[in-house]
C-alpha cells in the first residue's frame, strides 16, 4: 500500500480532515462565560461577584502581557492598577481549563518551560515581566461585542438541511497539541 | 465486501493529486509576487484542465495568477480547475467504492434553481477569500483573518447561506488560531486549499442550489449517526435505509440536522441542541424504524427532515438491517458541484475481520502484537490478507463507543471515507462480546439522550452551561 511509506507528517499536509483546532474542553461557565484566544490577545469576559448585571472585560497580550481590565460599562477595575488583578488571574485560569496550558503559553509567548504550565504557572511567569498596564476602554468595547456575537450563536435557529461542507470537520478525541 | 478492490492502485489517481498539491503549494507563499516554481504549478494545473470546457479560461488565469496580477475572476477560474480534478479523483474513488460494495449506482440529476441570495454579501466573501490566496497561509495576520467575522454574522442567520457561512466559520477560526502565519511551523496544505476553494466557489450565485427533492412515503431503517462539528457549529446525519412503501428499491439515504452553537457547547451539550429538532435521532439511539409519509427526498439521497412527516416504528435493530438490507439498497448520487474525496462517506457492514495495531504493516503482520495496541491511534481490520484503517478518533467523545471497544469488535457498520492516500473506515456502531454476551454499541447512543451514568453527567454539565450563556445572553444581548 502506497501509504505505507508516507509519514505521519506528509499524511497531515495530505490530508482534507487534518485536524487543526482542538475542541474546547468542558469547564464551568458562571464566574467567566466567555474566554478567546483571539486578535494577538488572552482576553474574556469575568461575571462580577457582586453585581448581576456588571461584568468585566479583560485581556493579556501575547509577547509583552499588557493587560487591561474595565467593566461592561467602562469604568476602570480597581484592582488592576499595578498588576493583574482577580479577574485576569480568573481569566487565565480559565483559559487554561479551555485551551491547555499549553495551547494558551504558546499563543501568549509565555516561556513556561516543557509540558503543560498550569494556571498559576502561567500567570507568574507572566508577571515577573512586569507587563504594563494599558488604556481598556476601546479593548473593553471590542471584547464585548465579539462576546455578545458568541452569545448571538444561540439564538440561531438548527436547519435539516443538510451542511455537506461539514464533511470536513469531523471530531476528534485528541486535544490537538 | 472486497476489501482487496480499496488497497489497489487507482489509475492516473497519483498524477492528478500531484497537480492538485503543487498548486494547493502555491497558496503556502501567495499568489502576490509568485516565485517560478509556483507559475510551474499554475501551468501544470491549466494542462491537466487543456482537454476539458475550462481549458481556454484557465490557461488565461494561470498566466495572470503566474505574472501576479489574478484578479477574483482569475482566482475564481483557478479554484474551479482544481475542482474539477477533484471531482475526477472522487469519481475515479466512487467507482472503486461501488465494485467494492457490489452497490447499485444511482443517476445523476439536474439540479434545482438556486435560491437568490443577496449579492453583496457574497461578494465580501469573494473578496477576503482572494485577499487571503494573495497573503498565502504565510502572509496571513490577525486583520486580515479578522476580515471574515462580519461576512459570517451577516451569513448566519440565513438559511440560504447557512452553508457558505458555517465552512468560513470554521475555517476562520484555523486561520485565527494559526497566526500570524510567518511563524507557522507546519500548514495544512491540502486542508486550507479544500476550504478556501470550496468557499470560493460557494460565493458563485447559483452555487448553492441544490438537487430537487421529491416527496416519499415508507419505512426508514436507521444505520448510525455521523457527527461533524467545528467550534461554532455542529451537524449529526443519521444514515439509514429507506424502503419505499411503493415496493420500489430501497435507497441509502441520510437526515441531517444541523446547529450553529457558541464554543464552549460540546460534547453532550451538542445532542442537546441538535436532538430538539429530529426526532430521527432518538428513533436510531433507541434502535427504532420510523414510517415517513410525503417527506422530500432528493436524488442525492438526503431526507428534508421534517417531524410532522414521521412516526415511531417497530423495533430495528441497525446490525439487522446492516445483514439483511443494506447489500441490496441503491447508493445515493453526489451531486456534480459537491464531488471531492473527501465527500465520499458509504454506508459498509463489515465481519470476519481480524483487527491489528495502526502500525502493524502487510498481511499477517501484528497479529501478535496485542501488547502494543493503542486503539486511541486507530487500528486496521485484516479481511482476506487486505489492511482497512479504521479511523477511531473521529468518534465522538459523548457516546458510549470507544477506541477499545472497536478494537475488541467482532462486527462493525461503518462509513468507508478516503483521505490522505487511502481508503479509512469510520466506525459508526460495533458489536463486540461483554460475558460472553454479543452486545452493540452505537457511535450516535446517546443522541437522543442517556441513562449512561458518564452520559448523565456529562449532560448534566452542558445543561448548565447552556443555561450560564442563556442567562447572561438574557441580561447583556438586548443592550
Ligand atoms: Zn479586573
Not at chain 2, 2 to 7: F, I, P, Q, V
Not at chain 2, 417 to 436: I, N, S, Y
Amino acid at each position: 500500500m502506497l501509504s505505507e511509506v508516507s509519514s505521519d507528517e506528509q499524511r497531515w499536509g495530505e490530508s482534507s480532515t487534518a485536524r487543526v483546532l482542538a475542541p474546547a474542553r468542558v469547564r464551568k461557565l458562571a464566574k467567566v462565560p466567555f474566554v478567546e484566544l483571539a486578535d494577538g490577545r488572552l482576553q474574556g469576559v469575568v461575571s462580577s461577584g457582586s453585581d448581576i448585571e456588571r461584568v468585566y472585560v479583560s485581556s493579556v497580550a501575547a509577547g509583552d502581557h499588557a493587560f487591561a481590565c474595565s467593566t461592561n460599562n467602562n469604568r476602570p477595575c480597581g484592582g488592576a492598577r499595578g498588576s493583574f488583578c482577580n479577574h485576569i488571574l480568573a481569566l487565565v485560569g480559565e483559559a487554561v481549563l479551555q485551551y491547555g496550558g499549553a495551547r494558551v503559553a504558546r499563543y501568549l509567548k509565555v516561556d513556561a518551560g516543557e509540558g503543560e504550565p498550569t494556571a498559576a504557572q502561567l500567570s507568574s511567569a507572566m508577571r515577573a515581566a512586569r507587563p504594563s498596564a494599558v488604556p481598556g476602554k476601546e479593548l473593553a468595547a471590542a471584547v464585548f461585542s465579539r462576546f455578545l456575537r458568541h452569545l448571538a450563536y444561540l439564538e440561531l435557529a438548527p436547519s435539516t438541511a443538510p451542511l455537506p461542507e461539514l464533511h470536513w470537520f469531523p471530531p476528534t478525541r485528541v486535544a490537538v497539541a | 465486501m472486497r476489501t482487496d478492490l480499496l488497497t489497489e492502485p487507482v489509475d492516473g489517481l497519483t498524477e492528478l493529486l500531484a497537480v492538485v498539491d503543487a498548486f494547493d503549494r502555491t497558496l503556502v507563499n501567495g499568489l502576490l509576487r509568485p516565485q517560478p516554481a509556483q507559475a510551474a504549478a499554475l501551468a501544470d494545473l491549466a494542462d491537466a484542465l487543456a482537454a476539458g470546457p475550462l481549458a481556454a479560461g484557465v490557461a488565461g488565469a494561470a498566466e495572470k495568477a503566474a505574472t501576479g496580477a489574478a484578479g477574483e475572476e482569475h482566482l475564481m477560474l483557478l479554484a474551479a480547475a482544481r475542482g474539477a480534478l477533484l471531482g475526477a479523483a472522487h469519481d475515479a474513488l466512487a467507482a472503486v467504492v461501488t465494485a467494492a460494495t457490489g452497490r447499485t449506482a444511482g443517476t445523476h440529476p439536474a439540479a434545482a434553481p438556486a435560491p437568490a441570495a443577496p449579492l453583496n454579501v457574497l461578494a465580501a466573501a469573494r473578496s477576503w477569500l482572494c485577499d487571503l490566496a494573495r497573503a498565502g497561509w504565510q502572509g496571513i495576520d490577525h486583520e486580515l483573518v479578522a476580515g471574515a467575522a462580519p461576512v459570517v454574522s451577516a451569513m448566519l442567520p440565513d438559511p440560504a447561506l447557512r452553508r457558505l457561512a458555517v465552512l468560513l466559520d470554521g475555517f476562520a477560526a484555523e486561520l485565527a488560531a494559526s497566526c500570524p502565519g510567518a511563524a507557522l511551523e507546519r500548514v495544512p496544505v491540502r486542508r486550507w486549499a479544500d476550504l478556501w476553494a470550496r468557499a470560493l466557489l460557494l460565493t458563485q450565485p447559483g452555487a448553492l442550489a441544490e438537487p430537487p427533492a421529491v416527496p416519499v412515503t415508507g419505512r426508514l431503517l436507521p444505520l448510525g449517526v455521523d457527527l461533524q462539528e467545528h467550534a461554532t457549529a455542529a451537524q449529526a446525519q443519521v444514515h439509514a435505509v429507506f424502503e419505499p412503501a411503493d415496493g420500489g428499491p430501497s435507497r441509502l439515504v441520510r437526515a441531517s440536522v444541523a446547529v450553529p452553537k457558541p464554543d464552549t457547547v460540546v460534547g453532550a451539550g451538542v445532542w442537546q441542541l441538535l436532538r430538539p429538532q429530529c426526532a430521527l435521532l432518538a428513533a436510531a439511539g433507541e434502535g427504532r424504524a420510523m414510517e415517513l409519509t410525503g417527506m422530500a427526498l432528493t436524488a442525492a439521497g438526503d431526507l428534508h427532515w421534517q417531524d410532522e412527516l414521521a412516526v415511531a416504528g417497530e423495533p430495528a435493530d441497525p446490525f439487522a438491517t446492516a445483514r439483511v438490507a443494506l447489500a441490496a439498497a441503491h447508493a445515493a448520487v453526489t451531486p456534480p458541484l459537491e464531488r471531492h474525496p473527501a465527500r465520499l462517506a458509504e454506508p459498509v457492514f463489515l465481519v470476519g475481520y481480524a483487527v491489528r495495531p495502526e502500525d502493524a504493516v502487510g498481511p499477517g503482520a501484528g497479529a501478535d502484537q496485542e501488547v502494543g495496541m493503542h486503539p486511541e491511534n486507530g487500528v486496521r481490520f485484516e479481511l482476506a490478507g487486505h489492511q482497512l484503517f479504521v479511523d477511531t478518533d473521529r468518534i465522538p467523545a459523548a457516546g458510549p463507543l470507544t477506541p477499545a471497544a472497536v478494537a475488541a469488535s467482532t462486527a462493525c457498520i461503518g462509513l468507508l471515507r478516503w483521505d490522505a492516500g487511502r481508503f479509512v473506515l469510520q466506525p459508526l456502531a460495533v458489536e463486540t462480546t461483554v460475558k460472553k454476551k454479543t452486545v452493540a454499541v452505537h457511535a450516535g447512543g446517546w443522541a437522543g439522550g442517556t441513562a449512561d451514568k458518564l452520559g448523565v453527567k456529562a449532560e448534566k454539565a452542558a445543561t448548565e452551561a447552556v443555561a450560564v450563556l442563556r442567562e447572561r445572553a438574557g441580561r447583556l444581548l438586548r443592550k
